[in-house]
């Protein structure tokens, strides 16, 4: 579990737990989720002048075009990828890597790729700071994902593509499960499991994520 950072104060925590709150009435359920959301400090992976949203439930800009994910979507996309119990876990888009740091206090390890260089880097510092040990970075195209450390129990993806490459259907393990949002005007978060060589989809809930680009940016 995530340990409270010192100088984090009493307003602050009672400002997670409001938003937690928010969480369970949107339908959140998973206490393990829950709680590791409770802990965890979504305003470090801010820059200083937006830190003061951090505990609304919006999405929040990170710069480059990318955005730190409103807290239902990341809630509701961790619940649905730990239903299966995963314990290598690989995901596309570390972003802030908030999304990456609730993964890694529930599962054993995370595979994070990231395209744009400062983004990761930043996201280093962070993950370095919460003393998470079980995280791994790559910078490159986060559509060709991680075959090398392939294959993974679960995948989630917090960009959308058009279509879900074939690459990464090919890295998830018999059983696994892909959580990602899919499409561009109309995005809908999808539900894939493997089972054998079908693969299985349902559609959880409309969403909208900025698009799943390729190429890296240094």
Same mark, same amino acid.
């Given at each position: 579990?995530?340990?409270?950072?010192?100088?984090?104060?009493?307003?602050?925590?009672?400002?997670?737990?409001?938003? *937690?709150?928010? =969480?369970? +009435?949107?339908?959140?359920?998973?206490? $393990?989720? #829950?709680?590791?959301?409770?802990?965890?400090? %979504? /305003?470090?992976?801010?820059?200083?002048?937006?830190?003061?949203?951090?505990?609304?439930?919006?999405?929040?800009?990170?710069?480059?075009?990318?955005?730190?994910?409103?807290?239902?979507?990341?809630?509701?996309?961790?619940?649905?990828?730990?239903?299966?119990?995963?314990?290598?876990?690989?995901?596309?888009?570390?972003?802030?890597?908030?999304?990456?740091?609730?993964?890694?206090?529930?599962?054993?390890?995370?595979?994070?790729?990231?395209? *744009?260089?400062? =983004?990761? +880097?930043?996201?280093?510092?962070?993950? $370095?700071? #919460?003393?998470?040990?079980?995280?791994?970075? %790559? /910078?490159?195209?986060?559509?060709?994902?991680?075959?090398?450390?392939?294959?993974?129990?679960?995948?989630?993806?917090?960009?959308?593509?058009?279509?879900?490459?074939?690459?990464?259907?090919?890295?998830?393990?018999?059983?696994?499960?892909?959580?990602?949002?899919?499409?561009?005007?109309?995005?809908?978060?999808?539900?894939?499991?493997?089972?054998?060589?079908?693969?299985?989809?349902?559609?959880?809930?409309?969403?909208?994520?900025?698009?799943?680009?390729?190429?890296?940016?240094?």
């Amino acid at each position: 579990m995530v340990a409270e950072l010192q100088g984090i104060g009493m307003t602050s925590r009672r400002t997670r737990m409001r938003l *937690i709150q928010r =969480l369970r +009435d949107n339908g959140i359920a998973n206490e $393990r989720v #829950l709680e590791v959301m409770a802990n965890l400090p %979504r /305003h470090i992976f801010l820059d200083e002048a937006l830190a003061h949203r951090a505990y609304e439930d919006t999405a929040l800009p990170i710069g480059h075009g990318q955005t730190l994910s409103q807290p239902y979507i990341v809630a509701k996309m961790t619940e649905e990828l730990i239903r299966t119990q995963p314990s290598r876990v690989l995901e596309l888009g570390t972003g802030s890597g908030y999304q990456t740091a609730v993964l890694a206090n529930l599962v054993d390890e995370v595979y994070s790729v990231e395209r *744009i260089k400062p =983004l990761q +880097d930043r996201a280093r510092e962070r993950l $370095r700071t #919460l003393s998470l040990r079980n995280v791994f970075l %790559r /910078h490159a195209d986060g559509g060709i994902g991680w075959p090398e450390k392939g294959p993974f129990d679960a995948i989630i993806v917090t960009a959308a593509p058009k279509v879900l490459p074939d690459e990464l259907k090919e890295q998830l393990a018999d059983g696994g499960v892909i959580i990602a949002p899919i499409g561009e005007e109309s995005q809908m978060l999808m539900r894939i499991e493997r089972k054998g060589d079908e693969f299985v989809t349902e559609e959880i809930e409309p969403v909208r994520f900025v698009p799943l680009l390729g190429g890296v940016v240094r």
